[in-house]
Antibody
Framework: EVQLVESGGGLVQPEGSLRLSCAASGFTVSDKYMSWVRQPPGKGLEWVSV???????YYADSVKGRFTISRDDSKNKLYLQMNSLRAEDTAVYYCVRGRFEESSFYFDYWGQGALVIVSS | DIVMTQSPDSLAVSLGERAAINCKSSQSVVYSSNNKNYLAWYQQKPGQPPKLLIYWASTRESGVPDRFSGSGSGTDFTLTINSLQAEDVAVYYC?????????FGGGTKVEIK
């Protein structure tokens, strides 16, 4: 059974840092396109970042230069390092598995999410 | 970036009736090389993460009831829920995966009338 469990969320001050973790089970993270998608309270979904099977990474313009996606193949985990946090980064952050087909990917499994609140 | 626009923002439908949600992309999401529409639909129930319903605009994910169907091509798409059930109350999102950044529509809230 595929499971994704996020951890590391919490309250952080503006300009602070936080690292989210996502523990995967039922599949191998390094065999999939893994993403982070966020959802501000009461609002819609925003794709944040992806790490490809080969290790290439891509980011939304809103987080480029501040967030870093990575994975630890030995632990089967995905991470999101978030620096220089802003109030507008407040959201539930979902760890999401991508299903790769025809040169692209869509999201087939989602974690329960981790809430990040940026506030002084 | 491809902008995804959903309509309506919300709709109330009687149990057993049909619900239709529209999604329009700011540019075509069809690749001419394979004639596939890079469009997915997700369902998000209150307090839960989104769940994949439809991909390639009209292919139902395994385990999704057949009352859910997707249609459309190019820039205009529709998610139809036939014979609405109480458990279908949710927010529905379309999403393009034609290119990066992957983008979502703003969501459509479906309620029972």
């Amino acid at each position: 059974e595929v499971q994704l469990v996020e951890s590391g969320g919490g309250l952080v001050q503006p300009e602070g840092s936080l690292r989210l973790s996502c523990a995967a089970s039922g599949f191998t993270v390094s065999d999939k396109y893994m993403s982070w998608v966020r959802q501000p309270p009461g609002k819609g979904l925003e794709w944040v970042s992806v790490i490809y099977i080969g290790g290439h990474t891509y980011y939304a313009d809103s987080v480029k230069g501040r967030f870093t996606i990575s994975r630890d193949d030995s632990k089967n985990k995905l991470y999101l390092q978030m620096n220089s946090l802003r109030a507008e980064d407040t959201a539930v952050y979902y760890c999401v598995r991508g299903r790769f087909e025809e040169s692209s990917f869509y999201f087939d499994y989602w974690g329960q999410g981790a809430l990040v609140i940026v506030s002084s | 970036d491809i902008v995804m626009t959903q309509s309506p923002d919300s709709l109330a439908v009687s149990l057993g009736e049909r619900a239709a949600i529209n999604c329009k992309s700011s540019q075509s999401v069809v690749y001419s090389s394979n004639n596939k529409n890079y469009l997915a639909w997700y369902q998000q129930k209150p307090g839960q993460p989104p769940k994949l319903l439809i991909y390639w605009a009209s292919t139902r994910e395994s385990g999704v009831p057949d009352r859910f169907s997707g249609s459309g091509s190019g820039t205009d798409f529709t998610l139809t829920i036939n014979s609405l059930q109480a458990e279908d109350v949710a927010v529905y999102y379309c999403q393009q995966y034609y290119n990066t950044p992957l983008t979502f529509g703003g969501g459509t809230k479906v309620e029972i009338k």
